[in-house]
């Protein structure tokens, strides 16, 4: 793959990056955890997906980087079912120099998360569907949406609520997704293009979450120019972000997800994009924040907002 294709998102970093003298230049670790095959209870799609979208993520940072003489790499941790995921979890952050952990299956989640309670500065980035609630650590982001909020959106959507602009009687049912393999705007079409040369398949919601992932962590990397997490924390609380939506995307400091468009699908073969959320643009009295909000709202919890 030719670096030609990142010249434009390279040169909006040079300001910050260039003249990095006297920097360690450490390589970014970006940690992952993942079960051995066979051991998972959870959909084997899922965590291909993922694998497929971590591994084009790292692939093209380690290309944006290295136009900056700087490297990223992941380091993984392979466990059987029968293992403490938390225990390896906790390892990992004190033994491999990682600044950011993923997780490739979403019964590692908790254990990825708990990092950040027992004192790990580690930044931890959700990109699968969960059930689990999102740890209050302030190293904590949800890339991905609760389950139920994409179920709830799905059942708005659905019953002729606000976002309804078309029945879906011609679709199937709907399913509310980060990501399709038919997008194209707003450099999507590219993506999807890497994506499918790269793999032979369509990417998938769980696959453009790990791959975003990993492009902020770099982003926030390369700005920085540094691996500390708590630098890159600092870069990840404040900016905003292309993930090929044509929103910038943001995460909220309130409750650490990340406010992003969503898609409604029908599923099955056929599967095709029904409806964007939100449609159109917002308005001059709107900041795109307050119309992202308002598709899937902040989660209130007193308790994780005194620790962040």
């Known amino acids: ?6 010249f434009h998102f390279a040169t909006a ?23 051995e095959s066979g051991e998972s209870s959870a ?40 293992d403490d995921a ?26 990825a998360e708990s990092v950040g309670r027992v004192g790990y500065a ?25 389950d139920t909020d994409l179920h709830s959106l799905r059942n708005r959507w659905e019953a002729g609520g606000r976002y309804a602009t078309r029945t879906v009687d011609s679709l199937g049912l709907p399913v509310a997704a980060l990501w ?25 919601s769980e696959a453009w979450a790990a791959w975003v992932a990993v492009k902020i962590l770099s982003e926030a990397s390369l700005r920085k120019q540094s691996v ?14 292309d993930g090929h939506k044509g929103w910038p995307l943001t995460f909220r400091a309130e409750d650490h997800f990340l406010r992003q468009p969503i898609y409604m699908v029908s599923a099955g073969a056929d599967s095709k994009v029904a409806e964007e959320l939100p449609r159109g643009s ?6 795109a924040s307050q119309v992202l909000d308002a598709i899937l709202p902040p989660h209130v919890d007193a308790a994780c907002g005194a620790q962040r």
């Open 228 to 241: 500390e997490p708590f630098l890159i924390l600092d870069y990840i609380t404040k900016s905003e972000f």
């Open 86 to 111: 938390a225990r390896a979890a906790r390892v990992m952050a004190r033994t491999t120099m990682m600044s950011a952990l993923i997780v490739t299956n979403p019964e590692l989640i908790p254990a």
């Open 180 to 204: 399709h393999s038919s997008l194209e705007r707003f450099g999507a079409l590219e993506l999807n293009d890497r994506y499918r040369a790269r793999w032979k398949t369509g990417m998938t």
């Open 122 to 146: 580690v930044v931890v980035m959700r990109t699968l569907p969960s059930a689990a609630p999102l740890d209050c650590s302030k190293f904590v982001f949800a890339v991905y949406p609760p």
């Open 282 to 287: 917002r308005s001059e009295t709107q900041s």
């Open 43 to 82: 959909a084997d799609s899922t965590s291909r997906a993922a694998e497929r979208g971590l591994q084009l993520g790292i692939e093209e940072a380690q290309q944006t980087a290295r136009l900056f003489g700087r490297d990223v790499r992941e380091k993984r941790v392979v466990i059987k079912r029968t």
């Open 13 to 35: 970093l040079l300001p910050a990056v260039i003249c990095a003298q006297g920097s360690a230049k450490r390589p970014l670790v970006i940690g992952v955890l993942s079960y």
């Open 1 to 6: 793959m030719s670096a030609l294709k990142y």
